[in-house]
């Protein structure tokens, strides 16, 4: 048998919570149990005609199935530059300040290739997106951990951070609606990262993921809204929740010319731009009116939102209800840490949750539920975590 050796890169990674649940998920599948999962936050809710029709439309040209080219069509540039506007005030240059993703993980993660180099430093708040950290860690440089807590509401406080350290650190990855505590900044902590990366001379990477998904109808705000942003700061965005679309690998980041124009050179080299199709659906998306889809979207979240908050409650925990993000984090109850909590839920009633730990080790002593199934599912998933005899005490 040959062996080969890995990377350092890869055998420096943590390893992948989600592989193992996979494995438990598989064999409970073929016992035939009825899985209720709520463990990736891979949307259920499916996009609107409109969307599947400019694709289906954009088959029938022979051009579209060429190679794309590698930073997005210029409509695409366009009606990312148009929705930025309209949706969260600020100006985009199309021509310099866009660049087109194959999702925008992939953005993440090829930025921190593009800047990080061994021994570099990247500030991410945890828990955390794990890209946020791993795309460090793939590159070679180290995450250094800013811990939030609920208390907090889940925002790093950046004035105890040691200001050698900050001037050593060459990025910073900030991300709210938060996956996975859905927790939401203020634009005062925005105003905050924006000053901390100026005076540090440091990236700030602002993952707006989530931008769409938000409650009670208090909307976030884009950290380039904040003045002198667009001089450290790098936006990203993706269809995949906004518009449920995960499976198309759609994304598209915006701000700072430098960052977007590295970006854009690191694409040339590794892949060649998203399939036009896709492109045109996603025009397609950005031109909906609102209140025809993604306001129906919200809504639907947040009554499944509301659903397992209040279920989880009556079961003994003292949860308060996420403001943004599709997501309910929540404690285990003692005796467990993330992943047994995770395995023994998901042994005796089918439901799938994601162990914390898999956000950071700041995550342990967490799970989180992802609102990506529909209501009665959700209910009858609170049915099963009661008859099992689940609480939190
Ligand atoms: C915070 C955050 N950023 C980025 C992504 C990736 O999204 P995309 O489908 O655009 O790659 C996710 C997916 O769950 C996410 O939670």
């Known amino acids: 048998m040959f062996?080969?050796?890995?990377?350092?890169?890869?055998?420096?990674?943590?390893?992948?919570?989600?592989?193992?649940?996979?494995?438990?998920?598989?064999?409970?599948?073929?016992?035939?149990?009825?899985?209720?999962?709520?463990?990736?936050?891979?949307?259920?809710?499916?996009?609107?005609?409109?969307?599947?029709?400019?694709?289906?439309?954009s088959l029938g040209n022979p051009e579209n199935h060429r190679y794309p080219s590698f930073e997005g069509a210029p409509e695409f540039k366009n009606a990312v530059s148009g929705w930025c506007k309209r949706q969260y005030g600020i100006n985009v240059d199309h021509e310099h300040e866009v660049v087109t993703l194959i999702g925008s993980k992939e953005g993440i993660v090829h930025l921190a290739f593009a800047y990080i180099d061994?021994?570099?430093?990247?500030?991410?708040?945890?828990?955390?997106?794990?890209?946020?950290?791993?795309?460090?860690?793939?590159?070679?440089?180290?995450?250094?951990?800013?811990?939030?807590?609920?208390?907090?509401?889940?925002?790093?406080?950046l004035k105890i951070i040691d200001p050698a350290l900050a001037d050593r650190a060459k990025m910073m990855i900030i991300s709210y609606p938060s996956n996975p505590t859905g927790a939401v900044a203020t634009k005062e902590f925005y105003g905050e990262c924006v000053a901390f990366?100026?005076?540090?001379?440091?990236?700030?990477?602002?993952?707006?993921?989530?931008?769409?998904?938000?409650?009670?109808?208090?909307?976030?705000?884009?950290?380039?809204?904040?003045?002198?942003?667009?001089?450290?700061?790098?936006?990203?965005?993706?269809?995949?929740?906004?518009?449920?679309?995960?499976?198309?690998?759609?994304?598209?980041?915006?701000?700072?010319?430098?960052?977007?124009?590295?970006?854009?050179?690191?694409?040339?080299?590794?892949?060649?731009?998203?399939?036009?199709?896709?492109?045109?659906?996603?025009?397609?998306?950005?031109?909906?009116?609102?209140?025809q889809y993604i306001d129906k979207v919200r809504a639907t979240y947040q009554r499944r939102r509301d659903i397992l908050v209040d279920g989880l409650n009556g079961l003994?925990?003292?949860?308060?209800?996420?403001?943004?993000?599709?997501?309910?984090?929540?404690?285990?109850?003692?005796?467990?840490?993330?992943?047994?909590?995770?395995?023994?839920?998901?042994?005796?009633?089918?439901?799938?949750l994601a162990p914390g730990i898999s956000f950071g080790e700041l995550g342990e002593g967490y799970v989180r539920a992802a609102l990506v199934a529909p209501e009665d599912r959700l209910r009858d998933a609170l049915d099963r975590l009661k008859k099992a005899g689940f609480r939190y005490a």
């Open 316 to 352: 003994g925990w003292q949860l308060a209800r996420p403001k943004g993000s599709l997501y309910v984090w929540f404690p285990v109850p003692a005796g467990f840490d993330s992943t047994e909590f995770t395995m023994k839920v998901a042994e005796k009633t089918g439901i799938i």
């Open 118 to 157: 061994p021994g570099d430093l990247t500030l991410v708040p945890m828990p955390a997106y794990p890209a946020h950290f791993r795309g460090t860690i793939l590159a070679g440089g180290e995450p250094v951990v800013l811990p939030t807590t609920e208390r907090q509401g889940y925002l790093p406080d």
């Open 197 to 291: 990366c100026r005076k540090h001379n440091i990236i700030l990477v602002h993952d707006f993921a989530y931008a769409e998904i938000y409650f009670e109808g208090r909307k976030p705000i884009s950290m380039l809204s904040l003045p002198g942003a667009k001089d450290v700061c790098i936006e990203y965005h993706t269809t995949s929740k906004t518009f449920g679309m995960p499976g198309w690998r759609c994304g598209f980041a915006v701000g700072n010319r430098q960052l977007i124009e590295s970006l854009r050179k690191i694409k040339t080299n590794l892949d060649y731009g998203l399939f036009t199709a896709v492109q045109k659906a996603a025009i397609a998306a950005m031109t909906l009116d609102e209140s």
């Open 3 to 57: 062996k080969f050796q890995e990377a350092e890169r890869l055998l420096k990674l943590p390893i992948y919570v989600f592989a193992q649940l996979d494995r438990v998920k598989a064999e409970l599948v073929a016992k035939g149990v009825d899985l209720i999962d709520l463990g990736m936050g891979n949307p259920d809710i499916p996009p609107p005609r409109e969307i599947t029709k400019a694709l289906i439309d």
